[in-house]
């Protein structure tokens, strides 16, 4: 390192943020955030810095010097099984000097495991570093450490790198994290990807997380991990790092809303004892011998962590060969348990039963069950027996609930959405809105009931269509529909519920015959069994408005009020109770 850079170097430091559970509060890990590069004469920003390096090619040695900067400070922080998020620059895999293997001796230098370690690479960045992402990914895979995509959702090739990468977490940039709990697209952006990455059995981590709004709709998305100032801003004094943050638990447990999560029972979970990596080789064939029903053993950390699994077959010849088992014994040539040891499949208890089944189905080929942890923690496993009685009993609970023809929810669901709103109407605004077909009864009577079942489904299809994923479409039974809409401008809400009952009104006449259609009514009798002219079908719409100021008790006066007097006419009416 020449003179200006060893001056930089000296100036620079490292400030450490915590990445805590969203579901427990507890410290999961830190970031690494560089800092003082605005007091240095030669830079005014990090990206100045490395681009600088990279420009006179020592990028990797710059890194390196860094990486260890911020593993020796990070090894001061007093708080157990914590892990280390550092970023890398992509380009650093284009340096003639890179290496693989200097930073296992850095971690050995203060007695730290890979594991602690968790390399952010950032999905942003020039065709170049995007194309180096890839390569780096593998890399660092290859040697045993955790990756994480940085500010993911922002680079052109996003869901490509979703696709192919194998990152053990994503952290969803800022940008779509503020105001998450107010923006619906942010909302539907989020959720979706929290959705796919799951399945593919990646975490998330929400970054820039600052109020309490935000923290909320992130944790009842799904999202595994929070960071930002809601929780702490960064600091470089290590010992402000707490083991947990009071503040988050106090949120959580407060947290008063209906969870729509289906939480796996502790029945279908089977708590197979596992094996401390620490344990000898001759510890694994004595389990095995004790256990005789288990075909393999879970591997955990000190901390509880689960690491894997060890097949009783992978090690049946050893143990049954003429001196396996006194060799296991001898400590000098006893081999360690990691190179027998194979991934699995894992999910957080906090996914629940239906993420539980997609993420097993989605490889189903290559495994027997599905581990559960518990922030990480190993908590059991569920066989396949166990995953059928689960899919059955889930694929009943939905037929329950479901509209047999148009396969949406039905009441039980409507009832937990109104009583969601009741409860949280402090939190946010919610808008409930009933449809009702007008002279449908005469239109069944005269046409059929087929005709009659095509006029609900093509209302179905519409609604579907037209409301986007964060909405809620229910179907109340007959010619009744129901939607429910949360954090929506009433504004946009009218308009779009306007143009739907106008859209419905002019593509249901093809189910009239070109007589009736071109006379715009039909003549048929009425429940007093009287011959009059009916109107074309059309449906009407009642909009209520739940707020911080409502009164809830006068809800069912309301709504009933409401639904009679809006069939007299053709857009929707609104209340606010």
């Excluded at 059928?388 to 959405?417: C, D, V, W």
């Excluded at 299809?461 to 479409?473: P, T």
């Excluded at 409502?550 to 609104?574: A, G, M, R, V």
């Amino acid at each position: 390192m020449t003179k200006k850079w060893n001056t930089i170097l000296r100036r620079l430091d490292y400030a450490f943020q915590p990445i805590i559970h969203a579901h427990t509060g507890k410290t999961f890990a830190v970031e690494a955030l560089l800092r003082n590069v605005n007091d240095t004469e030669y830079v005014n920003s990090i990206q100045e810095l490395f681009d600088m390096a990279f420009q006179e090619d020592i990028i990797y040695e710059l890194d390196l010097i860094l990486r260890e900067k911020a593993i020796s400070k990070f090894s001061q922080i007093e708080v157990e099984n914590l892990r280390l998020f550092y970023n890398l620059d992509n380009r650093i895999i284009y340096n003639k000097t890179y290496r693989s293997g200097n930073t296992s001796k850095i971690l050995e230098k203060y007695n730290l495991t890979k594991s602690t370690v968790c390399f952010e690479l950032s999905e942003k960045g020039t065709t170049i570093e995007q194309s180096a992402l890839s390569s780096m990914l593998q890399t660092y895979k290859k040697s045993g450490y955790q990756l994480a995509i940085d500010d993911f959702g922002i680079g052109v090739s996003g869901l490509k790198l979703l696709y192919f990468s194998e990152a053990d977490i994503i952290k969803l940039d800022r940008f779509f994290v503020s105001n998450i709990d107010t923006d619906s697209k942010k909302k539907l952006f989020c959720s979706s990807i929290v959705e796919m990455a799951h399945v593919m059995g990646m975490k998330v981590i929400a970054e820039g997380v600052e109020t309490k709004n935000e923290f909320l709709t992130c944790k009842d998305m799904g999202v595994d991990f929070i960071q930002g100032y809601l929780v702490q801003k960064p600091t470089v004094k290590t010992n402000e790092i707490k083991p947990m943050y009071k503040k988050i638990i106090d949120l959580i447990h407060n947290d008063k809303r209906n969870d729509t999560i289906h939480i796996i029972e502790k029945k279908y979970i089977e708590n197979i004892e596992p094996l401390n990596i620490n344990s000898s080789l001759h510890d694994l064939f004595v389990y095995f011998k004790n256990q005789t029903k288990n075909i393999f053993v879970p591997i955990i950390d000190d901390y509880k962590n689960l690491l894997g699994v060890i097949y009783e077959i992978d090690i049946k010849k050893i143990s049954y060969s003429q001196y396996g088992l006194s060799l296991a014994k001898n400590k000098n040539i006893s081999s360690t348990l990691k190179k027998y040891i194979k991934e699995v499949v894992s999910v957080e208890s906090s996914w629940g039963i239906d993420k539980t089944l997609d993420r097993f189905n989605h490889n189903s080929k290559e495994s027997m069950g599905i581990f559960i942890t518990n922030a990480n923690k190993y908590k059991g496993f569920i066989g396949l027996n166990s995953l059928l009685e689960l899919s059955h009993k889930r694929n009943i609970e939905i037929a329950s609930n479901q509209n047999p023809l148009t396969k949406l929810p039905g009441n039980q669901q409507i009832e937990n959405f109104i009583y969601e709103a009741s409860q949280n109407k402090s939190s946010h605004i919610s808008h409930m809105l009933y449809f009702d077909f007008n002279d449908f009864k005469p239109f069944n009577d005269y046409y059929g009931f087929r005709q009659g079942d095509r006029a609900i489904l093509i209302f179905s299809e519409l609604i579907q269509k037209k409301y986007s994923n964060d909405f809620f479409i229910a179907h109340i039974g007959g010619d009744d529909f129901f939607i429910g809409a949360k954090n929506k401008s009433f504004e946009d809400l009218f308009e779009l519920t306007n143009n739907v009952l106008k859209e419905f009104k002019d593509s249901v006449k093809n189910l009239y015959n070109s007589s009736d259609k071109k006379n715009g009514y039909i003549i048929t009798k009425d429940r007093f069994d009287q011959k009059r002219k009916f109107h074309l079908l059309s449906t009407s719409c009642a909009i209520i408005e739940v707020s911080e100021k409502s009164k809830i008790q006068n809800f069912d006066y309301t709504i009933s009020l409401l639904k009679k007097h809006s069939k007299k006419y053709n857009f929707p009416l609104c209340a606010s109770i």
